[in-house]
């Protein structure tokens, strides 16, 4: 019904999704099998102070993880050979167990840190992320140094949402 022999886990390993900050400086690039690249826009780095840059960066997290999920969603639909309308109605189960289910995914917390500690992220209910990035960080480090970071703390909340 969809990409021919290709099975499931091959296009959930190499789909991509990429999100834009808010203020467009920022771009976020995650794979299916979770990795992280990101990029500034040349010579905006310098431009944020810390507080500015983690409101930037949570927001496009929170952004591109709802795409990335979104987007397993629909390869699994397809997979599937299910309508939009039947992949809805399964989401909409009127199931004690299932909303057992869906609160418990919510209430769960990811966290992670880069190796240095400087940039600290959190990820609640597998929707919502928080960064955290210390004082003086921006001023201190070199953009891609910086990048780095981030991805370290990125692949640090996989690894803990791997053990849930």
Known sequence: MWYGDVDLGEHLRTMTVTGTSPDGAIRATVTG???????????TYRGYDDHHLARELTMLGTTTWVAWTRQREEITRLALGQSRDEAEQGRRRDDPRHHRFLDAVRAIECEGASRDCSVRLRLTGATRWQVEIADGTVRNTPERTFVGQVVSAFDAVIQSGRGR
């Open 33 to 43: 099998d979770n990795r992280l690249e990101l990029h500034f826009q040349p010579w």
